[in-house]
C-alpha cells in the first residue's frame, strides 16, 4: 500500500538558518530541528510569525546540534502548545541549554532597552522568548545515545550519527516505511583540531542535503605561522592582541590553537586572558564529554590551567589595566554584544593593539565594519577612531566547504530516488545542485521555504 509522507519547509529553506523540517506520516509527526532566523531584518522578522502548521500534531524534535540556527525557535513551539520530547545527544542538548538561556536573556534586555529608550513599535516591547519560557522547553530534553536505531512507531525510526561540526553533532537517519530518509545536519571537517571527521551515510532514499559552503572551498592557510607572527609583533609593540570570538567550539579551538602553539615553543609564555561566561560553560561540556572530542583529560586540563579564566566582569577592568602585554579572548565573535565591546571600546583607539578577527562576520555588524578597513567605530553612543591594526582568519570554518560535502556524500551506495538542498544561500546551492549533477548524476530539488511537497512511499 502507498504512503504519503509530507515534508514543510518551515525554515533553513533557501537559506542558512532557521532550519526546521517537519515529516508527516500516517503514522507520527516530526520536527527536524527547530531553529531561528539570524541576519537580516526581513528574515528575522519571520521569527516572530507562528508555525503555519497545527503544532498540536508535533509528537516529536529531534534535532541535529545545538546551535541557535538549529535549536533557537523551540521555546516559540513550546508557547505554541509543543509538550513532546525533544530529542539529542547529550552534549547537545547541553550546548542547547546554554543557547537558549543565553538566547532568552538577550532578548529580555533587548525589550527592556526598547522599553527604556522608546524605539519600539510594539508597545511595550515584548522578548521574544524569557528565561522561564527557554526553562519550560529545556524540561522537555530527553538524551539519545549516538548510533542507536529507537522505534517512533512500528514503522518508523531513528538513530543520530556523528557528524563532526560542533560538538554533539549529529546527522539524522530516520527509516519510515522501509525508505531512508537522511537529513545531513550541519557537516564538519575532516579535519579538525577538536573533533574527529563526520561519519557518512550509506544508503538515502530522500536526502535533505545543507549547502551552506557549497559554492566554497576554504582558503589554506598557515595557521601556526600566521598567529605566532601575529604574537610576536603584539609582544614587541608591548601591546594587546583581542580575539573576538564565537563562545561555541570556536573559542575552544583558538585555546587549542595557542596552547598547542606554546608546547611547540612557536610563542612564548605570554599571558592569555579568556573573557566569556558562555564559553566558559561551553568549556564545562567538553569537560564532561570526553569522548565527543579529541583532547585528553590531562591535555584539556593543561590547557585550561594555561590560560586565565575570567568570572567576574570586575576581573575584566583588571585584565584591562594590567599593563603587560597579552592576548585576550571575548565574545561576542562578530563584535555586536559581549565583553568584547568593553576591551576595544578601551583600546581600539591605540596603535599598539592588534584585533584578529577568527569567524564569519555578518553584513552590518561591527566586525565587519572592522574587517572592511573602518577608521571609527562606534559603542555605546559615541564613535571611537580605530588605531587598533585588524587582522584576519579565514580558514576556522566548522563546516565542511564543497569537496567536503561532496566527501560526505560518497559512501552512498543506491541512488536517492530525491535530493533536497538546504541551509545555503540561493548562489551557493545553485553551484552545488551543477557540482551533484556532474559528480553524481543526481537531480537535486531546491525546496522553497514554507513549501510543502508530497512524498509517495
Ligand atoms: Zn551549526
Same mark, same amino acid.
Given at each position: 500500500m502507498s504512503q504519503p509522507v509530507h515534508i514543510s519547509f518551515l525554515g533553513g529553506a533557501e537559506t542558512v538558518t532557521g532550519s526546521k523540517f517537519l515529516v508527516k506520516t500516517s503514522e507520527k509527526t516530526i520536527l527536524i530541528d527547530c531553529g531561528m532566523f539570524q541576519g537580516l531584518k526581513e528574515l528575522r522578522n519571520r521569527n516572530w510569525d507562528n508555525l503555519p502548521v497545527n503544532v498540536d500534531d508535533i509528537d516529536i524534535v529531534l534535532l541535529t546540534h545545538g546551535h541557535l540556527d538549529h535549536v533557537g525557535y523551540l521555546p516559540r513551539l513550546v508557547k505554541q502548545g509543543f509538550s513532546g520530547k525533544i530529542i539529542g545527544t547529550a552534549p547537545t542538548l547541553a550546548i542547547a541549554e546554554i543557547i537558549l538561556r543565553d538566547s532568552a536573556k538577550i532578548q529580555e534586555e533587548e525589550a527592556k532597552k526598547a522599553n527604556q529608550e522608546n524605539y519600539t513599535i510594539h508597545h511595550p516591547a515584548r522578548p521574544f522568548y524569557n528565561q522561564h519560557e527557554a526553562t519550560k522547553t529545556i524540561e522537555l530534553f530527553q538524551t539519545e545515545e549516538e548510533n542507536k536505531w529507537t522505534n517512533l512507531s512500528t514503522n518508523i525510526a531513528y538513530r543520530l550519527l556523528y557528524n563532526g561540526h560542533i560538538i554533539g553533532a549529529t546527522y539524522i537517519e530516520l527509516d519510515i516505511f522501509n525508505k531512508r530518509f537522511v537529513f545531513s545536519g550541519d557537516v564538519g571537517r575532516q579535519q579538525d583540531y577538536l573533533l574527529s571527521p563526520p561519519k557518512k551515510p550509506e544508503y538515502a532514499d530522500f536526502l535533505f542535503m545543507e549547502s551552506t559552503y557549497?559554492?566554497?572551498?576554504?582558503? @589554506?592557510?598557515?595557521? /601556526?605561522?600566521?598567529?605566532?607572527?601575529?604574537?610576536? /609583533?603584539?609582544?614587541?609593540?608591548?601591546g594587546n592582541l583581542i580575539i573576538p570570538c564565537f563562545a561555541v567550539e570556536r573559542l575552544q579551538t583558538v585555546m587549542y590553537l595557542l596552547w598547542a602553539l606554546y608546547k611547540k615553543n612557536k610563542i612564548p609564555n605570554i599571558p592569555i586572558f579568556i573573557d566569556s561566561p558562555m564559553g566558559n560553560n561551553v568549556l564545562e561540556v567538553f569537560n564532561r564529554f570526553p569522548q565527543w572530542h579529541k583532547l585528553t583529560s590531562s591535555e584539556y586540563n593543561a590547557m585550561c590551567n594555561h590560560?586565565?579564566?575570567?568570572?567576574?566582569y570586575k576581573e575584566t577592568w583588571d585584565t584591562i589595566d594590567d599593563k603587560r602585554s597579552k592576548i585576550i579572548i571575548a565574545g561576542s565573535g562578530m563584535v555586536t554584544g559581549g565583553r568584547v565591546l568593553t576591551y576595544l571600546q578601551q583600546l581600539i583607539d591605540n596603535k599598539n593593539t592588534t584585533v584578529l578577527l577568527v569567524g564569519y562576520q555578518a553584513e552590518g555588524t561591527r566586525g565587519r565594519q572592522l574587517q572592511e578597513g573602518a577608521h571609527e567605530i562606534k559603542f555605546y553612543g559615541k564613535y571611537y577612531p580605530v588605531k587598533?591594526?585588524?587582522k584576519n582568519i579565514e580558514s576556522l570554518s566548522a563546516h565542511a566547504d564543497q569537496n567536503g560535502l561532496l566527501n560526505w556524500l560518497s559512501n552512498i551506495k543506491n541512488q536517492p530516488e530525491k535530493i533536497f538542498l538546504i541551509h545555503g544561500e540561493p548562489h551557493a546551492m545553485d553551484a552545488f545542485r551543477l557540482k551533484l @549533477?556532474?559528480?553524481?548524476?543526481?537531480?537535486?530539488?531546491?525546496p522553497k521555504l514554507n513549501s510543502t511537497i508530497e512524498l509517495t512511499l
Open positions: 557549497g559554492d566554497k572551498l576554504h582558503p @589554506k592557510e598557515n595557521l /601556526d605561522e600566521m598567529i605566532s607572527e601575529i604574537i610576536s /609583533d603584539t609582544i614587541h609593540k608591548n590560560m586565565n579564566i575570567i568570572e567576574s587598533a591594526s585588524i @549533477k556532474n559528480t553524481y548524476n543526481w537531480e537535486v530539488t531546491i
